[in-house]
Structures are given as C-alpha cells and as structure tokens.
C-alpha cells in the first residue's frame, strides 16, 4: 500500500465487511457511488461468514444429515452405521465458506467497488488512516464513512480462553475433534445450536443458563417447549444456575455453580463451551476523533443510521438493537440510501424475525404475548401444535407449535412464535404478515397448500378466533 493516499476522495467508504458493510457498499455503488471496502482479514464476509452464522449452520446442516441417517429405518430406508467423518464435514464447511466469500468478491467487482485491505481507523471527519497487514499506512478521504466493524465473543471474568479446554464459539466453528462431554454456558441463539450439534455428534451435553429459561429473548412458551425437546434428547437443562467458579483439571474443567433455589451444583466435562453473548468492535476505532457518541463501545445513530457526526454511519453489532446479520444488511441499505440523498424508510425494529437453528428450530418475529401485554394491549392468541400437521408427521417430526399473538382492537397481528420443524423458514410468511400490519382473519383467508407445514400458520391464525378446525 505505502505512506501514501489512496486513489481519494471517495463518496462512500465501509470500514468492515460483514453482511453489513459489503451490502452497504454494494447499494451504494448501485446509487452511482464512487465506493470503498475496507478489511483486516484476508477475504470479505466478517464473523457471521468466517466463524459465524455460516460454519454454524453448516455444522447443523450435518448433524440433521446424521440424525436423519440415523433414524432413516422409520421410514423404510436402512443405513447402517452412519458416523460423523468430521475432516470430511470441516472440508464442506470451509467450502462454503470460501465460495460465500468469493461471492463477495465478485459482487465488489461487478459494482466497481474498491477492496482496500488493512485496518481502518477514524482519523477525524471525512478521514481515515488505514494499516495494511505490513504495516505501512495511508489516509483515505471519503464524504460518507460507514462504520461496520461488528463484533466478538464476550469473555466472563476470571474465566479466560485457551481454545481446548475453554472455548468460544469462534474455536467452536473449527472443531479439531468432538468431545466426550461438554458444558454450554449460556442459553442464548448460539449456546442452544451448539448444544443441539454437539448432541447430535454424539457428545454428553449440559447447558447452563443464568436466567429462568432457554433462549430468554424469545416468548417464555417456546423456551418451555425447547427444554422439553432438549431433555427428549438427553441434553441435560440448568436454567436459572450462575456459575461460580471454573477450574481447568488434567481430564477437562470443573464447574461450581448455584441454582436460583441456593442448591449447590457440581459439574465436569472434557470442554466448556462459553456463550454468554458479544461486544461491539469500536476499540481503537477513532471515535473520539470525531463528534459520534457512544455509551459503553455502543455508537449511537438517528433513524438514518448516522451519527452526530453529519456523514459518519455506524450499522451492525455496533449501534443498539439486535445483533443479528439480516438487521445489519437492512441497516447498510438504509445508511447507502440516505448518503446518497435519499429518504430511506427507517427500519422497525419490532418486525425483525429471530432465528435459531437447533433441533427443533425455533423462530420469532414481533411481540411476545408477555411483551404486548406489558404494552397495555388486550391480545388474543392462537396456538396450533405441528401433531396436528399432516406434512410434520410425514416428516415424523411433530415437535413444537405456532403461536399468533393479536390485538384484539384490530386483530392486528403483532407476533408470531414458532418451535417445530423449518421453523426458520416458515417465519418468512409471518414477517411478511407483519410487514403489512395483517390481520389473523386475513392470514387464514390466505390458503395455505396442503399438505404443508405453513398450514400451521393459517390454524394458528383461525385459533386466534377460538377456530382451529384440526385441532
């Protein structure tokens, strides 16, 4: 690169590549924006392509494969013996992940997207100074910066990290072997996938959450339902258990811990798995050069994803809301379209799905019955379990619900919670449905094919109105 400028100004420039900074630069390159990337690492796609969301997935995709091998006499089909190569599941996954990035390259290139590789820092309004991996810098002069840095694994105090016998979920995308047993601290999206995975490849897993229930984010009923079907598969549940002390021992850790109760709980695996959430990455990123706020490595942003700072956005992990890949996207469209000059619809935050990717999934979008009731709503709600799905016994797996939570004011739809098979799918309708403020009577006017397991959205809908015909 050398101590020189970079080929500058540019009109729009991303610090970060992730699914928020490369979609951003791409909506802004197709805005006529002379357009700029700016990565540390080697390829494009930051944590949810490298060591998150899509490793992650892969890992799960393999363990369905497996169990479904496993149980495939259920339905006629006899397979002896099916085993987990786990070299030959590391090489699928990190194929995927190289074509996903090479999918990101070509777009920068399709675009005229300038890929710039170094570290990116803040060096005042309008500039920023960038380190390449050699060491050598440059400046870069754009009048729109985009702050896209994302964010990493969140350490507990006194419980440090060592890639074997400690992990996180970064080391545990990049499995050299499964262990005998393992312990998962925390009860989140991420801890309940690695659970659900290490379960299927045949491990002894306990799961360890601080708060009364699995997945505390999501509607109190579809974490009562998960630890049913965890428990089904001998995954053994604490919830509402802190732990209060780690030690690393010749065969693995041992683990002190107390229950809400005051009971004392000893526990030992051959690894703990650490997923108790993430931290925003703006460390060194140059902040107090600028006029952009921040409240604990959190960058504040107006509906338009730009910060105090007139031209400086800030997308992703960073700013407040959830830290999910899809909302980041949307953010960067928002970000790209408002530098550009235009009006761009501000994203509501209450209509974003949430997903989870264990056995069984479990997805959301809107309010839970609890949250719509603590916002003074009076609310109907439908639920319809997936044993009374045609296509889920098919499939035979019946496990899990839909839940339509309505204003009953309006019959607005305002959330709708699911645990059950392809439940991450099946949330696309709801998100539409939310999108477009429907009504439960409008979801079941909608005919749902059959035999489908999208039927369970529409006798959800009708049991919102006291109705379900099969059930």
């Known amino acids: 690169m050398g101590d020189r400028a970079v080929a500058a100004p540019f009109d729009f420039t991303v610090i970060g590549s992730g699914p928020g900074g490369y979609v951003a630069a791409i909506r802004a390159a197709q805005l006529g924006l002379k357009t700029a990337v700016i990565e540390k690492d080697p390829l494009p796609g930051g944590t949810c392509l490298h060591v998150g969301c899509i ?20 339905f006629g089909v006899r397979i002896p013996d099916a085993q987990l190569d786990l070299s030959a599941l590391n090489a699928y996954k990190d194929k995927v992940v190289r074509s996903n990035a090479k999918g990101i390259q070509y777009l920068f290139k399709k ?10 820092r803040l060096a005042g309004p309008g500039r920023i100074d960038v380190t390449a991996a050699d060491g050598t810098t440059a400046t870069i002069e754009s009048r729109a910066i985009v702050l896209a840095t ?19 979920s970064d080391d545990a995308t990049k499995m050299p072997r499964v262990p005998a047993s393992i312990v998962v601290l925390g009860a989140g999206a991420v801890g309940v996938e690695f659970a659900s995975i290490y379960a299927s490849y045949g491990s002894t897993v306990t799961i360890v959450e601080l708060l009364p229930r699995l997945l505390p984010l999501e509607d109190p009923d579809l974490g009562a339902e998960l630890q049913r079907a965890f428990q089904q598969r001998k995954i053994d ?47 060194d990123l140059g902040l107090e050069t600028v006029a952009a706020a921040a409240e604990r490595g959190v960058v504040q942003v107006d509906a338009s994803m730009q910060t105090a700072e007139p031209g400086l956005y800030a997308i992703g992990d960073i700013v407040p809301g959830p830290m999910l890949a899809h909302v ?11 530098a550009a000059g235009g009006s761009p619809e501000p994203i509501h935050y209450d209509k974003i799905p949430s997903c989870t990717y264990s056995h069984p999934e479990v997805a959301s979008i809107g309010l839970s019955e609890e949250a719509a009731r603590e916002r003074g709503q009076d609310v109907a709600v439908g639920v319809f379990p997936f044993q009374a799905v ?74 919102a109105h006291g109705r379900p015909i099969h059930f």
């Open 111 to 120: 675009n005229q997207i300038t890929a710039i590789g170094g570290r990116g």
């Open 150 to 168: 994302g964010s990493r694994v969140r350490a507990l105090p006194g419980i440090e990290f060592d890639g074997e016998t400690i992990i996180n």
């Open 390 to 463: 045609g296509k889920a016994k098919i499939l035979n797996d019946t496990l899990g619900f839909v839940k339509v939570v309505t204003d009953k004011q309006y019959d607005e739809i305002v959330g709708v919670h699911i645990i059950g098979p392809h439940a991450t799918e099946l949330i696309a309708e709801a998100s539409t449905a939310l999108s477009l403020e429907a009504t439960a009577e409008s979801l079941f006017q909608a005919v749902h094919a059959h035999p489908t397991l999208a039927e369970a959205l529409g006798e959800a809908a009708l049991a």
């Open 237 to 283: 549940v604490h919830v509402g258990t802190k732990v209060e002390s780690v030690a690393v021992a010749a065969d693995g850790v041992r683990i002190a811990a107390s229950t809400a109760a005051g009971a004392s709980l000893d526990l030992s695996a051959e690894v703990l798995l650490v997923a108790v959430g993430r931290a925003p990455n703006t460390d």
């Open 328 to 338: 980041a996207s949307h953010e960067g469209i928002v970000a790209a379209e408002h």
């Open 55 to 74: 490793p992650t997935k892969a890992l799960l995709q393999a363990a369905e494969v497996l169990d479904g091998a496993r149980t495939a006499s259920r």
